[in-house]
C-alpha cells in the first residue's frame, strides 16, 4: 500500500504524522509523505486515516 496526500487540500493538522510516524511528516503549511510504502503493521491505522482527516486529503493505494 502507498499513501497520497493532495496537498492542495492539505491544511497540516498532523493527523498523518501522528498516524502513520515514518512515511508522514506535517511541515509548516502541509503534510508530505517521507516513505510512501505503508508498512503492515500500520495499515488498519492508514485505512482509518483516510476516514479521520478533516479535508479528505489522504488516499492510499494497493500495490501488488
Known sequence: MR????KSLCIGCG?????LP???VTGRLTARVI???IPAYLVEAAR???EYCPVEAVS?????
Open 15 to 19: 493527523l498523518c504524522e501522528e498516524t
Open 60 to 64: 492510499i493505494e494497493e500495490v501488488t
Open 22 to 24: 515514518g512515511v508522514a
Open 48 to 50: 482509518g486515516l483516510i
Open 35 to 37: 516513505n510512501p510504502e
Open 3 to 6: 499513501l497520497h496526500i493532495d
